[in-house]
C-alpha cells in the first residue's frame, strides 16, 4: 500500500478516496494496486454497507490511466496493466456492497471507466466527462467500450468514443451517465443521503438486488427472470425476511442484522 487510495468508514459507508492529486488522480499501476487492495479489505468487511468512491482535491475525480507510464509500454506490458485494471473495476462492478460514485470534477478515460463500474453515478455542475483515448491513438481500456454501450446504447456511446468529445453535467445527465446532478457543495452530502437511503433497507436483500441486476443483464431474459425467483426465495430463509415482514404487520420500524 502506499496511500494513492484511502479508505474511511463511517457509519456504514466505505469512502475510497484516489489519492493521487498531483496528477488529478490519473491511474497509475500503483493506484490500481492499492484500489485492488482497499476493495479487497471492503468485500470482507462487516462495517460497511455501502460505497462511495471520489478523488481527492477540488478538480478531479480521476483524469484517466497514467498516459505517462502507458507512453513506454510494450503491448505485452499493455496487456497486464489492462488486464489488471479489469479485474480491478470489475471487483468494484461485482462488490456485494452497493457503491456510489461522488463524481467530483474530470471523470475522463480511466476514470470514466471507473465511475462506470460503480451502480450509481452523482455529479456536480462543473464535472467533465469523456473518452479521449482515440484522440491518443488508442481505445478506452478498462472497459469503457462495454459498459459505456450497455448502459446509454450502442449508438450513443459510439458517437462519445468515435469523437473524444467531453460531455459537461447537464449533458450527462441528460444520456443518463450519472443518475443525479447535484450542487457542487452538496455532492458528498447528496451521495451520504442516497447510501443513508440504501442502508436502511435488509442488507442481504440490497445484496441480491445488486448480483441479479448484475448477472441477469448479461443472460436471455428467461434465465434472469428464473435466477430472481431462486434469488427471492432464497431471501425467504433470512431473519431478515421475518423481521422486515413482522415489523410491517406490527406497524413498527424494522432492525435489520444481515442475517
Ligand atoms: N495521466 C498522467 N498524468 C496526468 C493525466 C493522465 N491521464 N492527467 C493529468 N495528468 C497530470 C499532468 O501531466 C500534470 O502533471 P505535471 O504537472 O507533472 O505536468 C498534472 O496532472 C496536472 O494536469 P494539467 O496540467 O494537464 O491540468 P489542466 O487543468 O491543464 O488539464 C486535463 C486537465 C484537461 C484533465 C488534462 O490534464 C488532460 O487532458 N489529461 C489527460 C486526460 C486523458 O486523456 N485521459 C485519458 C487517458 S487514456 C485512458 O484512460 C486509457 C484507458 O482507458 C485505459
Redesign the pocket.
Known amino acids: 500500500m502506499n496511500n494513492t487510495v484511502l479508505l474511511e468508514v463511517k457509519e456504514g459507508i466505505g469512502y475510497i478516496t484516489i489519492n493521487r492529486p498531483?496528477?488529478?488522480n490519473?491511474?497509475?499501476s500503483q493506484v490500481l494496486a492499492d484500489l485492488n487492495h482497499v476493495l479487497d479489505q471492503v468485500a470482507t468487511s462487516e462495517e460497511i454497507g455501502v460505497v462511495i468512491v471520489t478523488g481527492a482535491g477540488e478538480?478531479?475525480f480521476v483524469?484517466?490511466?497514467?498516459?505517462?507510464?502507458?507512453d513506454k509500454m510494450t503491448p505485452t506490458q499493455a496487456f497486464e496493466?489492462?488486464t489488471y485494471?479489469n479485474d480491478t473495476f470489475t471487483k468494484l462492478a461485482n462488490l456485494r456492497q452497493p457503491s456510489i460514485a461522488a463524481i467530483n470534477g474530470?471523470a475522463?478515460?480511466?476514470?470514466?471507466?471507473l465511475a462506470l463500474s460503480t451502480d450509481i453515478r452523482l455529479g456536480h455542475e462543473k464535472i467533465?466527462l469523456g473518452?479521449?483515448?482515440v484522440?491518443?491513438g488508442?481505445?478506452?481500456?478498462?472497459a469503457?467500450t462495454q459498459r459505456m454501450a450497455r448502459l446509454i446504447g450502442t449508438s450513443k456511446a459510439k458517437e462519445l468514443i468515435f469523437t473524444a468529445r467531453n460531455v459537461k453535467a447537464q449533458e450527462a445527465l441528460e444520456l443518463g451517465i450519472i443518475n443525479h446532478l447535484v450542487d457542487v457543495d452538496s455532492l458528498m452530502s447528496e451521495a451520504e443521503k442516497l447510501a443513508k437511503a440504501i442502508l436502511k433497507n435488509a442488507p442481504l436483500a440490497v445484496e441480491k438486488a445488486k448480483h441479479v441486476i448484475n448477472i441477469g443483464i448479461d443472460l436471455p431474459l428467461s434465465h434472469a427472470i428464473r435466477l430472481e425467483t431462486e434469488a427471492e426465495s432464497l431471501l425467504f430463509s433470512t431473519e431478515d425476511k421475518i423481521e422486515g415482514m413482522g415489523a410491517f404487520v406490527e406497524k413498527r420500524k424494522a432492525v435489520f442484522k444481515r442475517k
Open positions: 498531483e496528477a488529478l490519473a491511474l497509475s478538480k478531479s483524469a484517466g490511466a497514467d498516459i505517462k507510464e502507458m496493466y489492462m485494471a474530470y475522463l478515460g480511466g476514470g470514466m471507466e467533465l473518452f479521449p483515448e484522440g491518443l488508442i481505445i478506452p481500456g478498462f469503457g
